[in-house]
């Protein structure tokens, strides 16, 4: 069996702070978590069935905080209304509401306090 993934990284300025939002709004589950001194240096995270990682912003990284656009995860669920009620709950904001889109399925976004976009939708109706 291989164990090739490809998972998204996300680099945040308090990871600690986005792992506890994402297992409380997303119900992840932390699976690892390794701290260099006072930093979280990796960190994986189990939502919806899918791994991501993620880590504090160092002097390696951008500044995940400058304004610029950063991630979009484009997540396909079920019912995106409830998932974005529950991100907006706990800190996250609209960035367009849930709604019917012209493609047949019903979409939205939110970003989160760290700066992720979420692309919360239902599965394109053909």
């Not at 993934?5 to 680099?11: D, F, G, N």
């Amino acid at each position: 069996m291989s164990h090739n993934a490809i998972r998204p990284k996300l680099v945040v300025s308090d990871a600690r702070a986005a792992i506890d939002f994402y297992c409380k709004t997303l119900d992840a589950e932390l699976i690892e978590s390794y701290r260099v001194d006072d930093t979280i240096a990796f960190a994986e995270l189990e939502i919806l069935g899918c791994s991501i990682t993620l880590k504090d912003a160092d002097e390696t990284d951008s500044d995940p905080t400058a304004g610029l656009p950063g991630p979009i995860l484009d997540v396909v669920v079920e019912d995106p209304d409830a998932m974005a009620a529950a991100l907006v709950e706990g800190g996250a904001e609209i960035v367009f509401p849930v709604a019917d889109q012209p493609y047949g399925g019903r979409g939205g976004r939110v970003r989160d306090p760290f700066g992720v976009q979420w692309l919360l939708q239902t599965p394109m109706q053909k």
